[in-house]
């Protein structure tokens, strides 16, 4: 949708990442491209959203840019990639050993199922993701920096018990928030954080979007435009028939049925205001996609293959430049 923003001004702009495990990589490509641009006068960044994987990226790019600057932030985005990828012999073998499972459930085939209450390798997993955050991301120095911060940043997380929607703003970002963005509940314990227990975001906002019509008040000051990094594709050209292709459309309509209700919301509030039904904190604002595409199984989203993470950084950088390219 496009309600169009002011060409003889700069533009401000928030972008959201959607979640996606390891294809998320396309995520940290997109954004080492998008931050660059806003550093020229044509754009201005004024917030960053995501969800599990997207979230990782959009914490390491919010940081870095608050810490060091556009540099810095292309740094964090490109050292959590490379440590989470599998890169030792034994961490080789490991991530072999999960796409070859996750390929093999798609096709139907019987895995059992274990809870990660019941078994120790869930805290191994749940330590090295902190550990790799916290190298890359300083997070005690986040409530200091993100007093003077001209961007925002949304994390979403599902709440367990309560079942509703969560979001952490700015300095509640926590290498804690962050995990719990991404704990998906077959590998990941519930993270508890103030007496409340989460989950996965992809349960939730998937990515957070709407906040940015409320961060913040002054209507001058959110963004002309949202930027959706979108992994999970919207179309596909035929009916899925295979029992792998079934298990993939679902698991990618699954992730997209919160975004398109988070899109719907703003273009039901951009109608209010062109009807003149809304007061003055609030503007219309444009929605873009910028989309991995369709060409990936869901298995995939679990290999942390260090070829195939760089393939999708690339990609993503690749996508990013066509997208700029087609707005000239």
């Given at each position: 949708?496009?309600?169009?923003?002011?060409?003889?001004?700069?533009?401000?702009?928030?972008?959201?990442?959607?979640?996606?495990?390891?294809?998320?990589?396309?995520?940290?490509?997109?954004?080492?491209?998008?931050?660059?641009?806003?550093d020229t006068r044509s754009y201005e960044l004024v917030g960053l959203s995501g969800t599990s994987g997207g979230a990782v990226c959009a914490t390491a790019a919010w940081y870095g840019l608050l810490a060091g600057g556009t540099e810095r932030a292309v740094e964090a985005l490109e050292g959590i990639w490379r440590d989470f990828s599998a890169r030792s012999p034994v961490d080789r073998i490991a991530n072999e050993w999960a796409v070859a499972?996750?390929?093999?459930?798609?096709?139907?085939?019987?895995?059992?199922?274990?809870?990660?209450?019941?078994?120790?390798?869930?805290?191994?997993?749940r330590?090295?993701?902190l550990d790799t955050l916290e190298t890359h991301i300083g997070f005690d120095h986040i409530?200091?920096?993100?007093?003077?911060?001209?961007?925002?940043?949304?994390?979403?997380?599902?709440?367990?018990?309560?079942?509703?929607?969560?979001?952490?703003?700015?300095?509640?970002?926590?290498?804690?928030?962050?995990?719990?963005?991404?704990?998906?509940?077959?590998?990941?314990?519930?993270?508890?954080?103030d007496d409340h227990w989460y989950w996965d975001g992809l349960f939730s906002q998937n990515p957070p979007i709407r906040d940015f019509l409320t961060m913040p008040d002054d209507a001058a000051e959110k963004p002309d435009e949202i930027w959706i990094v979108q992994i999970n594709p919207r179309h596909r050209e035929e009916v899925p028939k295979s029992v792998e292709d079934v298990v993939d459309r679902r698991n990618e309509l699954a992730g997209n049925l919160s975004?398109?209700?988070?899109?719907?919301?703003?273009?039901?509030?951009?109608?209010?205001?062109?009807?003149g039904s809304l007061p003055e904190q609030y503007k219309p604002i444009d929605v873009e996609f910028i989309d991995l595409g369709s060409d990936l199984s869901v298995p995939s989203k679990v290999d942390r293959d260090p070829?195939?993470?760089?393939?999708?950084?690339?990609?993503?950088?690749?996508?990013?430049?066509r997208f700029l390219r087609e707005r000239t």
């Open positions: 949708m496009s309600t169009g923003a002011d060409v003889d001004s700069t533009t401000r702009v928030a972008i959201a990442c959607q979640g996606g495990g390891s294809h998320t990589a396309f995520t940290a490509g997109v954004l080492k491209r998008l931050l660059r641009e806003c499972l996750a390929t093999f459930a798609a096709r139907g085939g019987p895995l059992p199922l274990f809870s990660p209450y019941e078994v120790p390798y869930t805290d191994a997993g330590d090295r993701f409530p200091e920096l993100a007093g003077g911060a001209s961007v925002d940043l949304i994390v979403g997380a599902a709440d367990v018990t309560e079942g509703e929607f969560a979001t952490f703003h700015n300095e509640a970002v926590t290498a804690e928030t962050v995990l719990a963005s991404a704990a998906i509940p077959t590998l990941f314990e519930a993270v508890e954080i975004l398109y209700q988070e899109v719907y919301f703003i273009e039901k509030i951009n109608d209010l205001i062109e009807s070829e195939f993470v760089d393939r999708l950084l690339q990609r993503g950088t690749r996508r990013a430049e």
